[in-house]
């Protein structure tokens, strides 16, 4: 049951899904539709089950690989801000290197 399927990285490609940092979350994705909805889904299913919300407006999209469309449905549809490489996750660079 492959709902998502994160990237693959480094020399030996360690298949990454998402990371976890206290109270911060940070997911890697695959560019597919299906993905990015099943995504959605299970963050509406934590809301749901959590009695908790996840506040969109503080979250952002980053893409490693440039794609306008796909980025602006993507913004679209999490209603959240896109962002671009380089930049700063808890006061240290995050990158494409």
């Known amino acids: 049951m ?5 990237e693959k990285f480094g020399r030996w490609g360690v ?4 990371l976890q940092f206290a109270d911060d979350t ?7 539709s299906d993905y990015l909805l099943n995504l959605k889904r299970i963050l509406r299913c934590f809301e749901l089950s959590s ?3 996840i506040n969109f407006h503080k979250s952002c999209i980053v893409r490693v690989r440039k794609n306008e469309a796909i980025e602006a449905c ?3 549809l999490f209603k959240c801000r896109k962002v671009t490489l380089p930049l700063q996750y808890l006061g240290l660079p995050f990158g494409n290197r």
């Open 2 to 6: 492959d709902l998502i399927m994160g």
């Open 15 to 18: 298949n990454v899904s998402h």
């Open 26 to 32: 940070i997911v890697f994705l695959q560019s597919r």
């Open 51 to 53: 009695s908790l919300t």
């Open 74 to 76: 993507w913004v679209d």
